[in-house]
């Protein structure tokens, strides 16, 4: 039987096949390419991250700057305005009246001045009584604003009759249909026109031009290819009772900015008004003065205060304020006015802004009772109070 026996070669005997050390040869070199191009990948890797780091803290840098840039300049519109409020509140129109009236308006009479002397002015002294007995206050500012709510169309009006505490809203430019509220609070209480009181008219009104006085509706209708008409309407009876017609251009609009409104009528302390324009190529505002019982015209006056860029206008104590705006909405404020009395001058009175707020507004009505005013702006319903005083002398 053999004997078969392992015999060991020496390593250094062993020589490896030529086709084995080059692909070991190969494998090596394409390692050492994948080492290479993995470490500049996370080279580039690392230096893309610390490059977006630095432009994200170079964002913030900037963000913050523009922010306190932004912030300083809303702290120095705010002084600006709060400056100008303060100087329309120190500034007063320029006006006229008589001797009697500035006696009046010094609250002394001349102590100095003998017995004889006082009946020799008897007669000033009879014609002063009367003349204190009618409107003679100025708007001297804003006091104060309130947002009462948002409730119905971009433009609409709200209002209430001076002889009550009842609200009327008229949502949107033409309907026949009114809502009545008992008071300011039942309004501000109310989601929306739910829970009030519906008044269906027997005709549409168009735009927010009417007045409510005296316990009567006074609105403007306007029929295709017909006269302006403004009818009176009982609220309490449910009734017309009366129709003039006013011979207005049917496309002459009051205001630039509201081309909806071919007349506005306004009520104050001296009655019932009515802001129009006799065409459109009138330049500028006319107001009537009317009989609120016979709606009858008793005066007009060509205000001399642009149609252009305006927006509403009110009348308080027989002078009319026209507020102005851009067509893209910025401050409304009042640019012009006009006084039935030629006791305010236009061109030397102060303008009055209002607080911005939303838009434009759509309509203002004064209640005397209160002297405030009644704004829709943009759907909102705002109430300024006004600081008034006495037309001064000159």
């Excluded at 078969?4 to 050390?21: Q, S």
């Excluded at 070199?29 to 490059?51: A, G, P, V």
């Excluded at 129709?243 to 019932?272: C, H, K, R, T, W």
Aim: net charge negative; with cysteine.
């Amino acid at each position: 039987m053999r004997d078969f026996r392992l015999v060991r070669i020496p390593a250094a005997n062993y020589t490896e096949p030529p086709e084995k050390a080059h692909q070991r040869e190969g494998d090596g070199d394409h390692m050492q390419l994948w080492h290479d191009q993995s470490r500049r990948y996370h080279t580039e890797l690392l230096d893309f991250k610390k490059r977006t780091a630095e432009a994200m803290d170079g964002l913030r840098n900037d963000h913050g700057t523009i922010l306190e840039d932004l912030t300083g300049a809303g702290v120095r519109v705010d002084r600006v305005e709060r400056e100008m409020d303060f100087v329309e509140t120190q500034t007063s129109p320029r006006a006229c009246a008589n001797k009697a009236d500035k006696v009046v308006e010094q609250e002394a009479w001349g102590l100095q001045e003998s017995r004889g002397e006082e009946e020799e002015e008897g007669g000033d002294w009879e014609e002063l009584q009367s003349r204190v007995s009618d409107c003679v206050e100025i708007i001297s500012g804003i006091r104060s604003v309130k947002i009462l709510k948002r409730v119905g169309s971009p433009k609409g009006m709200w209002t209430r009759d001076p002889r009550s505490s009842k609200v009327y809203v008229f949502n949107g430019t033409s309907g026949d249909t009114i809502h009545q509220f008992d008071s300011v609070r039942d309004f501000s209480r109310s989601p929306d026109a739910i829970g009030s009181r519906q008044i269906r008219l027997p005709s549409d009104w168009t735009s927010p031009g009417s007045a409510v006085y005296n316990g009567y509706l006074y609105y403007v209708e306007q029929e295709e290819d017909m006269d302006v008409q403004v009818v009176k309407y009982d609220l309490m009876s449910g009734s017309v009772t009366d129709i003039a017609m006013f011979p207005v251009e049917s496309q002459a609009s009051v205001y630039s900015l509201n081309p909806e409104i071919v007349a506005d009528l306004a009520a104050d302390d001296e009655g019932l008004w009515l802001l129009y324009a006799m065409s459109d190529s009138e330049p500028n505002i006319n107001l009537a003065k009317m009989d609120p019982t016979t709606l009858d015209i008793e005066q007009i006056w060509d205000t001399r205060c642009p149609r252009e860029n305006a927006e509403a206008a009110f009348v308080v104590c027989g002078t009319v304020y026209v507020v102005y705006n851009t067509r893209l909405a910025s401050r409304s404020r009042i640019q012009c006015l006009f006084d039935v009395n030629d006791m305010v001058v236009s061109e030397e009175a102060p303008l009055i802004y209002f607080p911005r707020r939303y838009g434009a507004h759509a309509s203002l009505k004064y209640n005397p009772e209160e002297k405030q005013l009644y704004g829709w702006d943009d759907g909102y319903q705002i109430i300024y109070r006004l600081t008034m005083k006495r037309k001064l002398l000159v």
